[in-house]
């Protein structure tokens, strides 16, 4: 298989996911996973996250996060070689003040509805936004690439 349906094959492993899977480090360097529901926009992922979720305050500290999306079980061939993408991001915050706030947080509340209206009316809420640095496909045994985040195309994991 090439690397071009390979390429839309990750996309269409993202768009069929409503959440990521978050790799974060705890202060004392402890490795965390949690996850969070998502919004992909213009190659960022944006969080609306709990001040009371660990994984929110180790980003917000550490400004550095792993994601990754995965095929489910369900689906897979074989449960040693599920489709995933891994991207290692850069983490910022979307200030309150900010023009781009409450469009994103529009976007993610017409995505995911009325919890988000809810969600919104909380103190705690923190919209980080997690900016791919590097990424890893892997569509199955053999079948790793990286990808160039720049233009989503992907190379050989060797490369």
Do not use: W
């Amino acid at each position: 298989m090439s690397a071009e349906p390979l390429a839309a094959d990750y996309r269409t492993l993202i768009a069929n996911s409503q959440s990521l899977i978050i790799a974060s480090s705890s202060e004392l360097g402890t490795a965390e996973v949690s996850y969070a529901p998502f919004l992909e926009y213009q190659n960022t992922y944006y969080i609306y996250v709990s001040q009371l979720a660990r994984h929110t305050g180790n980003m917000l500290r550490q400004s550095q996060a792993s994601i990754m999306f995965i095929e489910p079980e369900a689906e897979a061939v074989n449960p040693f070689a599920r489709r995933r993408l891994v991207f290692e991001c850069a983490v910022g915050e979307i200030d309150k003040l900010q023009a781009a706030y409450a469009q994103l947080l529009d976007m993610l509340q017409d995505r995911f509805g009325e919890t988000v209206t809810v969600l919104r009316s909380l103190a705690d809420f923190h919209l980080l936004a997690l900016t791919p640095l590097r990424g890893q496909y892997v569509a199955g045994f053999g079948k790793a690439f990286t990808i160039d985040v720049e233009n989503g195309i992907l190379l050989p994991a060797n490369h």
